[in-house]
């Protein structure tokens, strides 16, 4: 079993910054596949980004990328998401999830996921 604690979440206006954290903790984190989802209120949860357990591989949907960076430290159980330049429709609950696996999945099918931290960006 995996805990997983998001954190990070705020109010910011467009083209400012947020870096959110994930605290993982049970299973050794080094084995699983760690990955950000989103929830813009009123719409179906969508991917963001992903990485390996060696953080030597990453995925990322169009929208973010040149803007976000996933990123982990598994000395410390955290993966992060580095968010900048960001834009109203970046507004949504952000997911931390994980599985197992070598490779990035970037459809739901995770078997852990947190309680989700708000992200607003304003106008």
């Known amino acids: 079993q995996v805990q997983l604690v998001e954190s990070g979440g705020g109010l910011v206006q467009a083209g400012g910054s947020l870096r959110l954290s994930c605290a993982a903790s049970?299973?050794?984190?080094?084995?699983?596949?760690m990955g950000w989802f989103r929830q813009p209120s009123g719409k179906e949860r969508e991917f963001v980004a992903a990485?390996?357990?060696?953080?030597?591989?990453?995925s990322y949907v169009d929208s973010v990328k040149g803007r976000f960076t996933i990123s982990r430290d598994n000395a410390k159980n955290t993966v992060y998401l580095q968010m900048n330049s960001l834009k109203p429709e970046d507004t949504a609950v952000y997911y931390c999830a994980a599985r197992g696996g070598l490779q990035i999945v970037t459809t739901p099918d995770y078997d852990h996921w947190g309680r989700g931290t708000q992200v607003t960006v304003s106008s």
């Open positions: 049970g299973r050794a984190f080094t084995t699983i596949i």
């Open positions: 990485i390996n357990f060696s953080g030597g591989r990453t």
